[in-house]
């Protein structure tokens, strides 16, 4: 059996035992603990915070640049949906089955399995291997606790579901409280002034809103009213109005860009719930987008969010598995992909390395 082969084996084994745990965001001590004994068993050095794990490949060199390959444990709850056993790992017809074994089990066990080819091998950079913890609701307890606690990234890897292809642009998100206001009235008399049709002056402009700037990866900014509340009695014009907006941000903008233009359009006191997850795109220069040339990975622009959102250094996105099944109803992964996910990392690990030693002086 080939080396290659027998990481397959491992890779595949370590994802039915982490889809047989339940890890819901912010309750994954269940799979960190599977992932504590796998890399205990494979002589992983690594340390834990919280739910968090994390592991070099080799003694740590400041000296060089450092790799990050990062992917998340956690899951989003299974919705009513199902008809299989979301905690039962089957086989079936060459599909693996199970919550989680897509986003982003898969993608996790297989930068897993390239950390094992790598282990102490003689590489131009660091190899940081990150199992993060509450990536599906971009929680305070996961990536971005490690932040200040790492070394800085060169390179960000980030495991989710692809189909192999590389997001170089990833688009960012922020939610924005509203509030329109009016005065209160009787409404038999032409009394108060009303918020609601204040609002509807706002809401009407964000129906057609169109952000100016384009991303060439990732189109237009977007942004949409979501939620909408206003009044507690049929006789009295309400004095305010509260709605919710969702905005979508391409790498034209940082969020406070994008909340200032926004901002400037509307009548409407608005609120930022936060700033932290930003858009990204990887720099033109950088040499990941040859390792991709050469190896004819195609690139997009990613809508969905990752952690991606939360590493302040140059990343990209790419694993195997589909968005598509991402917290879809009987989830799953095709085993094929595992061996492909596997041999895909470790192809563009070993094409990054020859990168960054062209390079170096």
């Known amino acids: 059996m080939s080396i290659q082969e027998a990481l397959f ?8 035992e982490l889809i047989a745990v339940p890890s819901f965001s912010k309750e994954e001590e269940g799979t960190a603990s599977v992932l504590e004994r796998f890399f205990n068993e494979n002589k992983i050095d690594f340390q834990r915070q919280g739910n968090n794990l994390w592991a070099f490949a080799a003694e740590f060199d400041q000296d060089k640049p450092t ?9 989003v709850k299974p919705n009513a949906g199902y008809t299989k056993d979301p905690f039962n790992p089957q086989i079936e017809n060459r599909k693996l089955f199970g919550l989680g074994s897509n986003d982003a089990g898969g993608p996790l066990v297989c930068l ?6 790598f282990q102490k091998k003689n590489l131009p950079f660091n190899l940081l291997l990150i199992a993060s913890a509450e990536e599906e609701i971009s929680g305070q307890g996961g990536i971005s606790s490690l932040i200040t606690k790492l070394p800085k990234a060169n390179l960000a890897l980030v495991g ?4 192999m292809r590389m997001a170089v642009a990833e688009k960012g998100l922020m939610v924005i409280d509203a509030q329109a206001k009016g005065r209160a009235g009787h409404a038999a008399r032409e009394e108060g002034i009303n918020a609601i049709y204040k609002a509807l002056d706002d809401l009407s402009k964000i129906r057609d809103f169109k952000f100016k700037k384009v991303s060439d990866f990732l189109g237009a900014s977007k942004v949409s009213a979501t939620i909408i509340q206003a009044g507690s009695q049929h006789n009295v014009v309400p004095d305010t109005c509260n709605f919710t907006l969702d905005v979508r941000v391409t790498d034209a903008y940082t969020l406070e860009e994008a909340f200032e233009e926004l901002k400037s359009k509307l009548s409407s006191e608005l609120k930022p719930r936060s700033m932290r997850l ?18 004819e990975i195609s690139l997009f622009g990613s809508p969905t969010l990752s952690d991606q959102a939360l590493i302040p250094y140059p990343s990209v996105k790419i694993g195997p598995g589909d968005s598509a099944r991402s917290h879809s109803a009987d989830e799953f992964i095709f085993v094929e992909e595992i061996k492909s996910g596997l041999i895909g990392y470790i192809s563009i690990i070993e094409a990054y390395s020859k990168q960054i030693t062209n390079t170096q002086p």
């Open 67 to 75: 790799l990050w390959l990062n992917s998340h444990h956690d899951t």
């Open 112 to 117: 897993i399995g390239a950390f094992l080819f």
């Open 160 to 163: 989710e579901p692809t189909l």
């Open 9 to 16: 084996q491992k890779s595949l084994n370590l994802l039915q």
């Open 278 to 295: 930003q858009s990204s795109r990887v720099p033109e220069e950088h040499p990941i987008l040859q390792v991709a040339k050469d190896l």
